[in-house]
Nanobody, 122 residues
């Protein structure tokens, strides 16, 4: 089992950057695939990025490609999401998730953080 806590959200102007982090408890973090998802006001949750347990494989939503970078530090039990060139449409609550299998589908993740809010002003 793993517990997840996100941080790093905030208010930023369009074109700016934010770095989200997800701190994981437990000794088995390196066994989990990790994902970032977001939910904008009034919209469904959507996939942002995912990373394999070793970090060797990553996957991005089209909206994130070229702007966001997912990474992990297994020694520090930390998942990161570097977000550059932010747009107002990136405004959402961002969640990290963990499970055994790397996936774009939220329902396949059993462990979730509480979320961190990102607001991008125009």
């Amino acid at each position: 089992q793993v517990q997840l806590v996100e941080s790093g959200g905030g208010l930023v102007q369009a074109g700016g950057s934010l770095r989200l982090s997800c701190a994981a408890s437990g000794r088995t973090f390196s066994r989990y695939s990790m994902g970032w998802f977001r939910r904008a006001p009034g919209k469904e949750r959507e996939f942002v990025a995912a990373i394999s347990p070793s970090g060797s494989t990553t996957d991005y939503a089209e909206s994130a490609k070229g702007r966001f970078t997912i990474s992990r530090d297994n020694a520090k039990n930390t998942l990161n999401l570097q977000m550059n060139s932010l747009k107002p449409e990136d405004t959402a609550d961002y969640y990290c998730a963990a499970d055994a299998v790397m996936s774009r589908y939220g329902h396949q993740y059993n462990y979730w953080g509480q979320g961190t809010q990102v607001t991008v002003s125009s």
